[in-house]
């Protein structure tokens, strides 16, 4: 089994353990507690203007995400050798948590919306950008 059908599989039983957000739960994805995010499609885009859809792996990004905003910091829950990556900035605005950063020579955006967990992400380097779809939960 794929690390990311991997990272999916233990997601969607984090869902069917905890069931889905009620109503009352709005805001539970705002950065109070940490949260498990996997990565479910990528794609990569050079300057030239082609995309491709990719997988987390293909690309060398993470396809399972813990990220606690609290210690301001990302970590790589996937891989055999793990990586973190510091959160440099948080903001809220119109019921998301946005948060970004930079790691090596890429700079990078992550979305999570507060009340459903559905999560976006940008990475940017030189001559190419990867967007990123996902679904977080709590552990």
Known sequence: MSRVALGLAVLALLV??????????AGKYDGSASMVCAVSSVSECVA????QLRTAGNVNFPGIIRVD????KMSDLASEKPRES????????NGKVILSGAEG????????????????ATAAGDGEGFVMFGQCALP
């Open 16 to 25: 069917a353990v905890a069931g889905p957000p009620p109503v009352s739960a």
């Open 86 to 93: 510091v959160i440099r900035n948080v903001d809220h605005a």
């Open 105 to 120: 020579d890429r700079g990078w955006i992550l979305l999570i919306n507060e009340v459903s967990g559905v999560m976006s």
């Open 48 to 51: 030239m203007g082609r995309c």
């Open 69 to 72: 905003v609290k210690a301001m």
